[in-house]
T-cell receptor, first 113, second 109 residues
Framework: DTGVSQDPRHKITKRGQNVTFRCDPI?????LYWYRQTLGQGPEFLTY????????KSRLLSDRFSAERPKGSFSTLEIQRTEQGDSAMYLC???????????FGPGTRLTVL | QKEVEQNSGPLSVPEGAIASLNCTYS??????FFWYRQYSGKSPELIMF????GDKEDGRFTAQLNKASQYVSLLIRDSQPSDSATYLC?????????FGKGTMLLVSP
């Protein structure tokens, strides 16, 4: 399967813990995006990378959120000191820079207790 | 900040009917839009994109863009129960997507 993959699919953590999610994009795509989706809402953009450069990060929800894509391939999204309000589905998408057709991975569902 | 508005529904149609899903957008400069389908508990799946005024057809799906009215629609012909899902309209922007909340479609057999 050559689609976008995300790991883990589900994560349950206690408030105050740090969590890290991984995303592997479609291999020929050089852009990678992170979104968050809560119940009844559309996905909300967080940040994106073109190759290893993070081109937009002002929409990260707070300074507890950070993302990396060190070698321009997979990416990680870290949330430090998790809060109950961070409970959501975290979606990764990828696209080529020729067009903006973004294909989503299956998502990581985070539950903060 | 761009905004995309959609009626949350549910929109209920009988099998075989035409389902009409709509969204409006705030940015007059927006050029193109995507429609995603999202089944419950799954991630969004890209089903249509439209880059210019007018209609674009792909199988049972037709997307329509009216820039003067800042209005985008998706028509699904011969609706099937398997089309029951939430349909998300997205303004593409330069590189990021701004989504509406989605419209839930229910197709009854």
């Amino acid at each position: 399967d050559t689609g976008v993959s995300q790991d883990p699919r589900h994560k349950i953590t206690k408030r105050g813990q740090n969590v890290t999610f991984r995303c592997d994009p479609i291999s020929e795509h050089n852009r990678l995006y992170w979104y968050r989706q809560t119940l009844g809402q559309g996905p909300e953009f967080l940040t994106y990378f073109q190759n290893e450069a993070q081109l937009e990060k002002s929409r990260l929800l707070s300074d507890r959120f950070s993302a990396e894509r060190p070698k321009g391939s997979f990416s990680t999204l870290e949330i430090q000191r998790t809060e109950q309000g961070d409970s959501a589905m975290y979606l990764c998408a990828s696209s080529s820079s020729r067009n903006n057709e973004q294909f989503f991975g299956p998502g990581t569902r985070l539950t903060v207790l | 900040q761009k905004e995309v508005e959609q009626n949350s529904g549910p929109l209920s149609v009988p099998e075989g009917a035409i389902a009409s899903l709509n969204c409006t957008y705030s940015d007059r400069g927006s050029q193109s839009f995507f429609w995603y389908r999202q089944y419950s508990g799954k991630s969004p799946e890209l089903i249509m994109f439209i880059y210019s005024n007018g209609d674009k057809e792909d199988g049972r799906f037709t997307a329509q863009l009216n820039k003067a009215s800042q209005y985008v629609s998706l028509l699904i012909r011969d609706s099937q129960p398997s089309d029951s899902a939430t349909y998300l309209c997205a303004d593409t922007g330069y590189s990021t997507l701004t989504f509406g909340k989605g419209t839930m479609l229910l197709v009854s057999p």
